[in-house]
């Protein structure tokens, strides 16, 4: 009957052991997948920032040659990601990049009242016009905010 | 509990806003309209400065365009929280002019190209 006891005893002490280490496996598991998740959140908001470059360097190059319908679409759509993403993406950011985001939307909502207002102020658009200027510095601040991120993606990627 | 029934006096946030201009913490930025500057905190929160032309009575009593300040406060959707104009903010400190010549200097970069224009004039 002893020899039981102590059998069993072993067996529960072996149980616990195991359930221990089963326990810290499925942490690391679960811990891994979180960063897994995070990585990937990461690289689509990278790949959503590169898409905002793009569509604010077309804004500048459609002020440029005047096409002032086409430039109105680029706000429109600008205006619609920088409204999203950082509400979205906060978690990813941290909040001077949230509010430099946030002082873009603004200042394309603005360039779109400046179009809006008519072509007067636009006409013979130089590359010196407030608006232009602006619009390069809507396209500078963003590639700024992408490099941090893509810079992020890198690190992740090296762990 | 908000006291609903005053009114809500911004005289401390425009007060706060310079403090923090002058200080450098707060960055404001150029926009397209000469006259408009902004600048975001929190993370939730933007900050519309601009001169609008408004028609005040003259010396002689004839009507006549003045610019004055008026700070919008929107929040992160976008949406306009709060308008502020000259008149609302009380007292005889600092007000929204002082606000705008600060965030003019500072989203216009005049200290920088004051300094540019200085080291350039000197090599002449």
């Known amino acids: 009957m002893e020899a039981f006891?102590?059998?069993?005893?072993?067996?529960?002490?072996?149980?616990?052991?195991?359930?221990?280490?089963?326990?810290r496996q499925a942490k690391n598991a679960s811990?891994?997948?979180q960063e897994a998740r995070n990585a990937v959140r990461i690289r689509s908001l990278?790949?959503?920032?590169?898409?905002?470059?793009?569509?604010?360097?077309?804004?500048?190059?459609?002020l440029l040659h005047e096409r002032l319908p086409e430039a109105s679409l680029r706000v429109g759509e600008?205006?619609?990601?920088?409204?999203?993403i950082p509400s979205r993406a906060r978690a990813h950011l941290v909040t001077d990049q949230v509010n430099t985001l946030l002082t873009i939307r603004e200042q394309v909502s603005i360039i779109g009242d400046v179009i809006q207002r008519g072509p007067a102020e636009l006409q013979n658009l130089q590359p010196d016009n407030k608006v232009i200027i602006t619009s390069r510095l809507v396209a500078?601040?963003?590639?700024?905010?992408?490099?941090?991120?893509?810079?992020?993606?890198?690190?992740?990627?090296?762990? | 509990m908000t006291d609903v029934q005053a009114d809500l006096d911004?005289?401390?946030?425009?007060?706060?806003?310079?403090e923090q201009s002058k200080s450098g913490k707060l960055k404001w930025a150029a926009?397209?309209?000469?006259?408009?500057f902004v600048v975001s905190v929190a993370g939730n929160t933007t900050f519309r400065l601009k001169l609008v032309e408004a028609t005040d009575v003259g010396e002689f009593g004839q009507?006549?365009?003045?610019?004055?300040?008026?700070?919008?406060?929107?929040?992160?959707?976008?949406?306009?929280?709060?308008?502020?104009?000259?008149?609302?903010?009380?007292?005889?400190?600092?007000?929204?002019?002082?606000?705008?010549?600060?965030?003019?200097?500072i989203g216009n970069k005049l200290d920088e190209r004051m300094s540019n224009a200085i080291s350039a004039l000197r090599q002449l």
Request: glycine residues 8%; negative net charge.
């Open chain 1, 5 to 23: 006891n102590l059998a069993a005893g072993i067996a529960s002490l072996l149980g616990l052991v195991f359930s221990a280490l089963a326990f």
């Open chain 1, 31 to 33: 811990a891994a997948a």
């Open chain 1, 46 to 62: 990278a790949s959503e920032l590169e898409t905002l470059c793009v569509r604010a360097e077309q804004l500048v190059d459609f």
């Open chain 1, 78 to 84: 600008l205006g619609s990601l920088l409204s999203e």
């Open chain 1, 140 to 159: 500078t601040m963003l590639r700024e905010v992408l490099g941090a991120v893509k810079s992020k993606v890198e690190s992740e990627g090296e762990k």
């Open chain 2, 10 to 18: 911004p005289t401390p946030l425009v007060q706060e806003l310079i």
């Open chain 2, 31 to 36: 926009t397209a309209d000469r006259l408009a």
């Open chain 2, 63 to 105: 009507p006549e365009t003045v610019h004055i300040p008026v700070l919008v406060m929107l929040d992160e959707k976008g949406n306009t929280l709060w308008e502020i104009r000259s008149g609302d903010v009380k007292g005889k400190g600092p007000g929204l002019s002082e606000l705008f010549s600060i965030a003019r200097r």
